[in-house]
């Protein structure tokens, strides 16, 4: 998954973000263990409006819709492929990882309250990283299944300084005008 983000400087400083999702199995490949992108590849997030960079970017269609079909159970990680957003005209520009977080809505038929699933970004994003961060891991019962037992909506955030994102408002960062770019990886691996 990229993320980019587009800051230009005119009347008011704009900022976009591209997130595009990748995604990987371990070992890959796996057909007992898939994980299924069907829409939501890439996400942008355009900052052009005060209130944008005041209270952040939440929701507005900016989704990322899985599938994940596994004989076994599993958990599902993600992460920046790098530290932070570096600026494309000026690498010197940088932003944050952890202006970006995510919150994920389990649509299938296995239940994301800890039976099936537990879900540690149900209700409050979490922040992206650099390091594997858990999205979701087998609960207190199994949550093998395909397609329409682990389907999920991952809705994307910038800004909204919620859950263990970045707590300063995008506003006050001192931003430099650019295009920030970056690839989400989300890793599918089973849990035994």
Do not use: C, H
């Amino acid at each position: 998954m990229k993320l980019k983000l587009k800051i230009l400087a005119l009347i008011i400083l704009l900022l976009g973000s591209g997130l595009e999702i990748r995604s990987q199995d371990i070992p890959p490949p796996n057909p007992d263990l898939v994980i299924n992108i069907l829409s939501g590849q890439s996400i942008v997030f355009v900052f052009d409006t005060m209130d944008k960079y005041i209270n952040g970017i939440m929701g507005g269609g900016q989704s990322t819709f899985i599938r994940i079909g596994s004989i076994y159970n599993w958990k599902l990680d993600f992460r920046a492929d790098q530290n932070m957003f570096y600026g494309t005209s000026d690498p010197t520009n940088t932003i944050q990882l952890d202006n970006v977080g995510v919150v994920v809505v389990a649509t299938g038929t296995n239940l994301d309250d800890g039976t099936n699933i537990i879900n540690y970004a149900k209700t409050l994003p979490l922040a992206l990283s650099s390091i594997d961060v858990t999205l979701m891991t087998k609960g207190s019962q199994t949550n093998k299944g395909y397609a329409i037992r682990n389907s999920f909506t991952l809705n994307w955030e910038m800004g909204t300084r919620r859950g263990n994102m970045n707590p300063q408002r995008m506003l006050d960062q001192n931003l430099g005008a650019d295009t920030y770019t970056l690839n989400v990886i989300l890793t599918l691996s089973p849990v035994f």
